[in-house]
């Protein structure tokens, strides 16, 4: 910390304060972000923001700051938790240990959704309510419900609604599927859990040891979530509505044959940006 308090100019005082990052969390992928990440936060700025950053700026309650978010960092805490947000879709959405963090590969499934509009959404384990609430935003004139097993959950989905502006579109509900509700709908998205029990063991820390292992696996071979959706899509769809719901890569000829035995018969699947199988599609006649 003296080197950086003796620092001669504000770019010499920046350079030192990454690099006691840098030297932290070097044996965490990504970590050199994550430093930037987290100095500014701690300074209160955005990435971008550093810059701004002067010799003065840099306190010794500012660095303890700094040193205490690295701490959890190390920890392999995710950066989301530590932040309290993650950026999906453009919005800012608030996430805690409660609620899966929204990862870049499920705005696959908004641009899915977005092929065709709906005027009413069923959003199944919303979580932080990313899914819904993004597509809810694209549609100004769309009504949409967002379930989920968890209170804690459903209270950080409601958060995210009030900071959205969405809150007189939006209904929550306590449902485990489909059990809660009765009405139809245009478009049914979720992201279920579907890591198979015996992945869990080998998923990154972030991951398995701080993310709900509710909303990660169903146990057994994963695909308990989509046997419980498919059975009970049809009664909650519209004429022609639609089911979008993500997958694991290696799931896609699976998830396709439960829709097909529940009487779907064009179910499609779509690839993320990295070319894996993410989203099954599925239209109700």
């Known amino acids: 910390m003296n080197g950086i308090l003796d620092a001669q100019t504000s770019h010499q005082a920046l350079a030192i304060a990454l ?85 870049p590969e499920t705005e696959t499934l908004i641009i899915e959704a977005l092929k065709s509009p709906a005027r009413s959404i069923l959003d199944l384990g919303t979580g932080t309510g990313a899914i819904l609430l993004s597509l809810l935003a694209e549609w100004p004139k ?14 950080v989905a409601q958060a995210n609604t009030q900071a ?4 007189s579109r939006t209904t929550l509900v306590a449902s485990d599927w489909f059990a ?5 709908y245009d478009l049914i998205t979720s992201n279920p859990p579907y890591i198979a029990a015996d992945e869990m063991p080998h998923l990154a820390p972030e991951v398995h040891d701080w993310e709900p292992h509710i909303a990660l696996t169903p146990g057994g071979d994963g695909l308990d979530a989509y046997r419980a959706i498919a059975a009970g899509a049809a ?4 004429p022609h509505g639609r089911i979008l719901v993500e997958i694991g890569p290696t799931q896609g000829a699976a998830v396709c044959a439960l829709f097909a035995a529940a009487g779907f018969q064009h179910s499609t699947i779509q690839k993320d940006m990295d070319g894996r199988d993410r989203i099954v599609a599925a239209r109700h006649t």
């Open 19 to 103: 690099a006691v990052g840098f030297d932290r969390l070097w044996e965490i992928e990504g970590g050199k972000t994550d430093a930037r990440i987290l100095l500014a936060f701690a300074a209160g700025l955005q990435r971008d923001q550093l810059h701004r950053l002067e010799v003065v700026d840099f306190t010794e309650p500012l660095m303890l700051r700094y040193l205490s978010l690295l701490e959890r960092r190390q920890r392999r805490e995710p950066i989301a938790q530590i932040i309290g947000t993650r950026l999906f879709w453009g919005h800012s959405f608030i996430v805690t240990r409660d609620t899966l963090d929204p990862r």
């Open 142 to 155: 769309a009504q949409g419900t967002g379930t989920d097993i968890s209170a804690a959950a459903l209270a």
């Open 164 to 167: 959205l502006g969405l809150a």
């Open 180 to 184: 809660s509700l009765t009405d139809q």
């Open 235 to 238: 009664a909650h769809l519209n």
